[in-house]
């Protein structure tokens, strides 16, 4: 059982007429496996939507979870997705109200990689296969894969980011327009404390024609109505890079010349007297300026102070891929390990 | 299945079957080369044929009473993805089989239970520690938290602690935590990896007189043998 099996979720194309679930009495035993890595063929059917549930038990349609979805699909077409984590049985559920014929099949493999969450005190983990809701082709919410459900969504349709399934090494990103488009949410529970500790990675690919030269990748705040409330990630006049945390400049730690249309891993690290940002890993600079820090409650990606009078501060044009925070300064070697994850990942 | 109550057990991953008859084909073909040497490692197993399938010597195990007038016997080692069947987990994961174990078929495979009942805590703490789980087998805890009840203004958060001994709360440390839950029912899930041996529950409340029902339950995995899946009550 140490190496990957075949899984049938369905041994023969299915037919449905609208939304349901898998009878009970078909429910799959997936108690070997850590990770299924799926593919959905859609044979029939327009925006056929399925997610995969699970469940300790196989004779109740209670506690049935959701592990994940796939994206929207249109016939003829097919999606893989990865899903984790498992609990002992996995169901399909149709979500669509129209009829579709699909077949759900794929691997089922005992050992899953290395995960941020393998890394203690990850706050937040988003990445763009996992737990996106896609409506119309363009992301509607982006659930939290730390376990702390720091979810993150957006209400209306013209500000969602697009779903794009093959934007860097095989993978997907959200690309966000450069005018409004961003996802934001309420942290579950407050980053707490005069001390914040924090590490923050973007995988991202800001493009050189977003407006202004400014662009966010990803905020902290505890009131997103104004500014420099909060960690941030950011480009600004096209032309430095800016990792600012809980100040209005005099704490940050920045540098000139940062890289577009290009995908790379900008990361930061803060701690009371000191904070540091790198580009793939290599240290740009540093300020050991002491700041004051406070509660965090809220998070946004994709632009500044998402709640403020418009127009939209920093918004960015360009694609994110990833957004890992772990809630301490990592050390070299967790960092290292972060680092070699998305290499292996992305490829780049 | 009466004829499966008779196998012996000496790992949760494989059978073995006193004598021979009705050996399923696939053993013969097995390579001793590729067997798990974990396996041979057992106080059991006494010699094993190099070559050939995979017929090796059982000497009585000492806590057993020797069958009457049997010397050493002839038996053949079964893996588990050949013989189909789960073995009934023993009931502290990290520790050995002692003697002969029932075999179950894969749909009536027992929970591992501490306590069965889901579990009310009006403040905040932790599983006592002879209740804690031995996860020592066990790369990847993947546990699913089902809130039944929150009274009042209460606020739960269930995070999972990991240590190396069971005698004294020094040196346990999380293994990580579920959301904050504050409505009934809710049901979470998520994966704990990276465990020492022994793993609890740790429940914080607040609110103001709180109270609540939870239950933890999940599915303990195994990357590096071929030990057979857990489920895990923690709760």
């Known amino acids: 059982m140490s190496q990957p099996q075949p899984v049938l979720l369905t041994e023969a194309p299915v037919r449905v007429t609208g939304a349901g679930k898998e009878a009970l009495r078909l429910v799959h035993d997936v108690a070997p496996y850590s990770v299924l890595d799926l593919e959905l063929q859609v044979f029939d059917g327009t925006n056929v939507e399925l997610r995969l549930l699970t469940s300790m038990s196989n004779d109740s349609e209670e506690d049935w979870l959701e592990v994940d979805r796939f994206i929207p699909t249109t016939a003829p077409g097919a999606e893989r997705k990865t899903f984790f984590p498992l609990l002992r049985y996995a169901r399909w559920e149709v979500l669509s109200a129209s009829a579709a014929t699909f077949l759900l099949h794929g691997i089922g493999s005992r050992r899953l990689g290395f995960l941020p969450t393998d890394i203690d005190n990850c706050a937040v983990w988003l990445r763009a296969d996992l737990g996106i809701s896609v409506v119309s082709g363009a992301v509607s919410s982006w659930m939290d894969k730390s376990g702390l459900g720091n979810h993150m969504s957006q209400a209306t349709s013209s500000k969602r980011p697009a779903y794009v399934a093959n934007a860097v090494g095989g993978q997907p990103a959200l690309s966000f327009d450069g005018v409004d488009d961003h996802l934001t949410g309420t942290l579950a529970t407050v980053f707490a404390g005069t001390t914040q500790d924090l590490t923050i990675f973007s995988v991202a690919n800001i493009d050189s024609t977003t407006p202004s030269g400014r662009a966010a990748l990803y905020e902290l705040t505890d009131d997103p109505t104004i500014t420099n409330r909060g960690p941030m990630l950011f480009i600004s006049g096209g032309t430095s890079f800016f990792w600012r945390c809980f100040d209005t400049g005099a704490g940050q730690a920045s540098y000139a010349s940062p890289p577009f249309d290009s995908w790379h891993v900008h990361h930061g690290w803060h701690q009371t007297t000191e904070r540091r940002v790198y580009l793939d890993n290599v240290e740009k600079a540093s300020n050991t300026t002491d700041v004051s820090s406070h509660d965090l409650t809220a998070h946004t990606v994709g632009i500044l102070q998402p709640s403020a009078a418009p127009p939209p501060y920093y918004p960015l044009k360009g694609m994110i891929a990833e957004t890992i925070v772990y809630q301490r300064k990592l050390a070299d070697a967790e960092t290292a390990l972060v680092h070699a994850y998305v290499k292996s990942r992305y490829g780049f | ?235």
């Open chain 2, 1 to 235: 299945m009466t004829s499966m109550r008779r196998l012996l057990v000496f790992r949760e991953d494989a059978l073995v079957v006193p004598e021979t008859p009705g050996l399923p084909d696939p053993v013969v073909a097995l390579d001793p080369e590729t067997f798990e040497a974990e396996l041979l490692l057992d106080r059991a197993v006494q010699s094993i044929e190099p070559e050939g399938p995979l017929d090796i010597t059982l000497p009585l195990d000492p806590p057993r009473p020797p069958p009457p007038g049997t010397g050493p016997f002839r038996a053949v080692v079964v893996p588990q993805r050949l013989h189909g069947l789960e073995v009934r987990p023993p009931l502290n994961p990290g520790a050995r089989p002692a003697g002969v174990e029932g075999v179950v078929p894969r749909d009536d495979r027992p929970e591992l239970l501490l306590t069965v009942f889901p579990t009310k805590v009006t403040a905040s703490g932790a599983q006592a520690l002879e209740l804690a789980q031995d996860v020592l087998d066990i790369d990847e805890l993947v546990l699913t938290l089902r809130v039944l009840s929150l009274s009042g203004s209460a606020v739960i958060t269930v995070a999972l602690e990991t240590g190396m001994q069971i005698e004294s709360t020094k040196g346990w440390v999380s293994a990580g935590a579920f959301s904050a839950v504050s409505s009934a029912p809710t049901a979470l899930v998520r994966p704990f990896r990276n465990l020492l041996r022994y793993v609890r529950w740790s429940a914080t409340l607040s609110g103001a007189s709180p109270a609540a029902t939870f239950f933890l339950s999940g599915v303990g995995r195994t990357w590096s043998t071929e030990f057979a899946p857990v489920e895990m009550r923690l709760t």
